[in-house]
Antibody, heavy 117, light 108 residues
Framework: QVQLVQSGAEVRKPGSSVNVSCKAS????????VAWVRQAPGQRLEWMGR????????NYAQRFQGRVTITADKSTSTVYMELRSLRSEDTAMYYC??????????WGQGTLVTVSS | EIVMTQSPGTLSLSPGERATLSCRAS??????LAWYQQKPGQAPRLLIY???IRATGIPARFSGSGSGTEFTLTINNLQSEDFAVYYC??????????FGQGTRLEIK
């Protein structure tokens, strides 16, 4: 099973961007997909998109289209999620997960992104 | 987008009792449904996938059933560590993959 370690908490101003990283270890990076799921305070989990690292191909939820980009660096087994044009409603815990478009076996520890002026 | 609805919102039970949690999909997801447990300050943990297959290391007291639009997570002989929030998730139709709003299982 893969272990996923995410970057630390971030504070951003409205209108800015954030880039969260997720480093994988313990399995062949080419063998699985990685998704990003976020959870705003008191809200349900929300799938943002996924990437197939060995193809570099990503799919996104429509509500995030144009604002999010998920990339992968195969040389370091790291996946990145950039979210742009941040607003207060983007304040949430962001998780990377192994699985992509099915169930999610392994989860990172989460990265809290706070958007505040 | 498939909407997942869980019930009840909160379930109050005592250790040793049986918990029955429901999840309904707005359209059929066949057996492409997973359940997760989340404790405060932690990431969700996969319990069940394929509607009824326990994930690695999940105790046998957890069981899943259902297909189509109606699903159930049953937890027999509740242990203190089982009190948490539970989410269902469909992965039959995407994007996007969608989750239910959660059921909070609390100690009575």
């Amino acid at each position: 099973q893969v272990q996923l370690v995410q970057s630390g908490a971030e504070v951003r101003k409205p209108g800015s961007s954030v880039n969260v990283s997720c480093k994988a270890s313990g399995d062949n990076f080419n063998n699985y997909n990685v998704a990003w799921v976020r959870q705003a305070p008191g809200q349900r989990l929300e799938w943002m998109g996924r990437i197939i690292p060995f193809l570099g191909m990503a799919n996104y939820a429509q509500r995030f289209q144009g604002r999010v980009t998920i990339t992968a660096d195969k040389s370091t087994s790291t996946v990145y999620m950039e979210l742009r044009s941040l607003r207060s409603e983007d304040t949430a815990m962001y998780y990377c997960c192994q699985g992509g478009v099915r169930w999610f076996d392994s989860w990172g520890q989460g990265t809290l992104v706070t958007v505040s002026s | 987008e498939i909407v997942m609805t869980q019930s009840p919102g909160t379930l109050s039970l005592s250790p040793g009792e049986r918990a029955t949690l429901s999840c309904r999909a707005s359209q059929s997801v066949r057996s492409n449904l997973a359940w997760y447990q989340q404790k405060p300050g932690q990431a969700p943990r996969l319990l069940i996938y394929g509607a009824l297959i326990r994930a690695t290391g999940i105790p046998a007291r957890f069981s899943g059933s259902g297909s189509g639009t109606e699903f159930t997570l049953t937890i027999n002989n509740l242990q203190s560590e089982d009190f948490a929030v539970y989410y269902c998730q469909q992965y039959n139709d995407w994007p996007p993959i969608t989750f239910g709003q959660g059921t909070r299982l609390e100690i009575k």
